[in-house]
């Protein structure tokens, strides 16, 4: 018996089939100018707002990876060296659009309300730093300012606590499961289990051709590494872009000896779940007791 479609639906199928094929393409191809987009909002790779325009203490970095890209940095340190080596610094891993001036507000709840150095990055292809982005080059660039800061000769005494968002949580799961000795926490908000799991919550079209997406961030197998630490996940329950169940699953498979805090904002989306009310309240409680337990 000879096969037969009815030709809309024949045309139905091939349209499905060129429309998959092509966003495969393009997914393989333009993925990481889709997954960094270093120039949103606009102007972000020409403008970054400088600490001192938040009354904010600070240093001007310029730090020269091992592959010889110049990325920029700040340092916000008490000027009070006895002071600075007392209180935690914050390694700050920004989300995947902007640049590290767009979080300044945020560093300075860290430091005034919370006593905290911070060091924040621009990563390679973000604001003023040279380069293009990707999931190496960021690893490259968050080992760079983990080098810097345990070399630095006030800050390198303080406890040091990875804190990163969206994106910034896959480069901060990353970073401390690769050089666990060298934190004492890890604070995580709106983070994925890996890319690849969340195409197809986003562009669900091409879910079936996932697998072509090379820029990985399997924070799923990475959290596995750790093992000690104290973690705060922190989650928005309205999150248009990655599910909430993510954040859930990379809570459920951490196995680690330190306190595991979950802390939920039913109204918080992808970005402003750190606009919320209780969201600093259960950064400042962490802290406090990362800094209670090793005084």
Known sequence: MTSYL????????????????????????YQCEIIYPANFPEGSRKHVAKPSQYN??????????????????YLIKHPDDSIARRRPTILYLHANAGNMG???????VFYKQFGCNIFMLSYRGYGLSEGSPSEKGLKIDAKTALDYIKKHPVIAET?????????????????????????SGLIIENTFLSLRKVIPHVLPMIARVAFLCHQKWDSEK?????????????????DELVPPSHMKE??????????????????????????????????????NGITAKQE
Request: include cysteine; charge should be neutral; proline fraction near 4%.
């Open 250 to 287: 990379l809570y459920r498979v951490l196995d680690t000896t330190g306190e595991v805090v979950w802390t939920e904002f039913p109204n918080g989306t992808h970005n402003d779940t750190c606009l919320k009310d209780g969201y600093f309240e259960a950064i400042k409680k962490f802290l």
């Open 6 to 29: 009815p030709w809309y639906l024949s045309y139905s199928l091939a349209a499905a089939a060129v429309a998959v094929l092509s966003g495969g393409a393009l997914l393989y191809h």
């Open 56 to 73: 904010l203490p600070y240093e001007d970095l310029t730090l020269i990876t091992p592959d010889k890209v110049k990325i920029k940095a």
């Open 222 to 238: 990475m959290i596995r590494g750790i093992t000690r630490l104290p973690v705060l996940f922190l989650s928005g329950l309205k």
């Open 102 to 108: 767009h979080r300044l507000s945020i560093a300075e």
């Open 159 to 183: 406890k040091l606590i990875a804190y990163g968002q969206s994106i910034g949580g896959a480069v901060s799961i990353d970073i401390v499961a690769n050089n666990e000795e060298a934190f």
